[in-house]
């Protein structure tokens, strides 16, 4: 059914909340995007979005999360060329589409439906990394972006390539390569491990950018397959006092029907992998769950994903010695590498003859035009003395004793 809808109708101030083509409540939002108040009536509670839910006005602050961080990339530069008044505003002309899950906005006596709007069948033709737009309407359909939700600080932007297929471009925080690089050596690891469950990224050259790499991914969610963060799942109940955040995840992760010894298997290995490439950033958003579009059933941990900060990308100097990993900061279920690692039952799960060589690392980092030779053996030397802190550890050793003891 084609749909003659004018952008002026879509700027309606009253939108139904809708899970694909079902409504679950109604709410209204200023002209800019700002949700004012929502009826707390839902049709259908079970569908409705799990995260922020343990606070006051959750679905509030829902959807102000929702939104594109202004920080990223040249989201600013963009907001201000299309003279729009945030990244909330971006994300109501965009009916708050994403390509992890399936809510949206139908603003209230519009004919949309989720055929018409859906991003993982109609096409889409924007480019944050250039400032490239063409929203134009499409037989009938509104021209709208996946990009309105894309989380995170790091520039990037959804794209279609000449498959078809929904990919994910990242670019870097300046003129260095190193998080793209870095997301093709953790996808090395997982692929020497024999690991099923990583996303694979490929390196590419972006034009007019100060890097000489950036890198992308295919989307790994679907019209069957959404994506639940870590994050979601934690603010959806508030926790006990007497568990910790991680098995507060895991416990409420079982009860949307997931195989927990499979989740801490996954979870496992990832903190083990994370603390081989010093991955600093798993925070709560970098790691999530596949849920069953039908069922609401959590299936299994998404693949492995946004690794990109690792291996001492974002330190001015890399730590020399085994003693001085022990000062470095990281952002997940814990503060400390060493904390993650107490979390760690079974210290079998990684290979340790099966991981990339040092040599391999200095290959990967040798692309890097912008990089000095002295950067590029202070990251091959730190990656050495991860491995041997790791293997040490694997054999049962504490690494707190290890390091203090080097």
């Given at each position: 059914?084609?749909?003659?809808?004018?952008?002026?109708?879509?700027?309606?101030?009253?939108?139904?909340?809708?899970?694909?083509?079902?409504?679950?409540?109604?709410?209204?939002?200023?002209?800019?995007?700002?949700?004012?108040?929502?009826?707390?009536?839902?049709?259908?509670?079970?569908?409705?979005?799990?995260?922020?839910?343990s606070e006051t006005d959750w679905l509030k602050q829902w959807w102000k999360l929702r939104s594109i961080p202004i920080g990223q990339g040249k989201v600013r530069e963009m907001l201000e060329r299309k003279g729009l008044f945030g990244p909330e505003d971006y994300l109501i002309r965009n009916l708050g589409l994403s390509l992890t899950d399936y809510y949206w906005l139908k603003p209230v006596g519009s004919e949309l439906c989720w055929e018409d709007v859906n991003l993982f069948d109609n096409d889409f033709r924007e480019d944050l990394l250039h400032l490239k737009y063409d929203n134009s309407e499409k037989e009938g359909t509104p021209g709208l972006t996946p990009n309105g939700s894309l989380q995170g600080q790091l520039e990037k932007t959804w794209m279609i390539n000449e498959h078809g297929e929904r990919i994910l471009v990242k670019g870097n925080r300046d003129r260095f390569s190193g998080e793209s690089l870095n997301e093709v050596i953790a996808g090395e690891l997982h692929k020497l491990q024999g690991y099923d469950n990583y996303t694979p990224y490929s390196l590419l050259e972006i034009s007019g950018r100060p890097y000489d790499y950036g890198c992308y991914s295919k989307a790994f969610t679907s019209q069957k397959l959404e994506l639940v963060s870590a994050y979601a799942v934690v603010t959806s109940e508030k926790k006990q006092n007497d568990i910790s955040q991680y098995e507060n995840f895991i416990r409420i992760c079982g009860k949307h029907g997931?195989?927990?010894?499979?989740?801490?298997?996954?979870?496992?290995?990832?903190?083990?992998?994370?603390?081989?490439?010093?991955?600093?950033?798993?925070?709560?958003?970098?790691?999530?769950?596949?849920?069953?579009?039908?069922?609401?059933?959590f299936l299994r941990v998404a693949p492995i994903y946004d690794s990109g900060k690792c291996l001492f990308v974002d330190m001015q100097g890399v730590p020399s010695t085994a003693k001085d990993?022990?000062?470095?900061?990281?952002?997940?279920?814990?503060?400390?590498?060493?904390?993650?690692?107490?979390?760690?039952t079974d210290r079998s799960l990684v290979d340790a003859t099966l991981l990339p060589s040092p040599e391999y690392i200095r290959s990967m980092y040798e692309k890097d035009s912008h990089m000095s030779r002295e950067r590029v053996n202070s990251i091959v030397r730190g990656y050495e003395i991860k491995l041997d802190l790791f293997r040490s550890w694997q054999l049962g050793g504490d690494i707190r004793k290890i390091s203090v003891g080097r």
């Amino acid at each position: 059914m084609a749909i003659n809808k004018k952008n002026s109708d879509i700027l309606n101030r009253q939108y139904f909340i809708m899970r694909k083509n079902d409504v679950l409540t109604v709410a209204d939002f200023t002209t800019d995007g700002i949700m004012l108040r929502y009826s707390q009536n839902f049709q259908n509670e079970k569908k409705m979005p799990l995260q922020s839910k343990s606070e006051t006005d959750w679905l509030k602050q829902w959807w102000k999360l929702r939104s594109i961080p202004i920080g990223q990339g040249k989201v600013r530069e963009m907001l201000e060329r299309k003279g729009l008044f945030g990244p909330e505003d971006y994300l109501i002309r965009n009916l708050g589409l994403s390509l992890t899950d399936y809510y949206w906005l139908k603003p209230v006596g519009s004919e949309l439906c989720w055929e018409d709007v859906n991003l993982f069948d109609n096409d889409f033709r924007e480019d944050l990394l250039h400032l490239k737009y063409d929203n134009s309407e499409k037989e009938g359909t509104p021209g709208l972006t996946p990009n309105g939700s894309l989380q995170g600080q790091l520039e990037k932007t959804w794209m279609i390539n000449e498959h078809g297929e929904r990919i994910l471009v990242k670019g870097n925080r300046d003129r260095f390569s190193g998080e793209s690089l870095n997301e093709v050596i953790a996808g090395e690891l997982h692929k020497l491990q024999g690991y099923d469950n990583y996303t694979p990224y490929s390196l590419l050259e972006i034009s007019g950018r100060p890097y000489d790499y950036g890198c992308y991914s295919k989307a790994f969610t679907s019209q069957k397959l959404e994506l639940v963060s870590a994050y979601a799942v934690v603010t959806s109940e508030k926790k006990q006092n007497d568990i910790s955040q991680y098995e507060n995840f895991i416990r409420i992760c079982g009860k949307h029907g997931i195989d927990t010894e499979q989740l801490r298997r996954d979870l496992e290995y990832q903190i083990m992998t994370d603390y081989i490439l010093t991955g600093t950033d798993r925070h709560l958003s970098n790691i999530s769950v596949l849920r069953d579009a039908d069922s609401l059933r959590f299936l299994r941990v998404a693949p492995i994903y946004d690794s990109g900060k690792c291996l001492f990308v974002d330190m001015q100097g890399v730590p020399s010695t085994a003693k001085d990993m022990l000062e470095i900061e990281v952002t997940s279920f814990a503060a400390t590498e060493q904390k993650l690692l107490s979390y760690v039952t079974d210290r079998s799960l990684v290979d340790a003859t099966l991981l990339p060589s040092p040599e391999y690392i200095r290959s990967m980092y040798e692309k890097d035009s912008h990089m000095s030779r002295e950067r590029v053996n202070s990251i091959v030397r730190g990656y050495e003395i991860k491995l041997d802190l790791f293997r040490s550890w694997q054999l049962g050793g504490d690494i707190r004793k290890i390091s203090v003891g080097r």
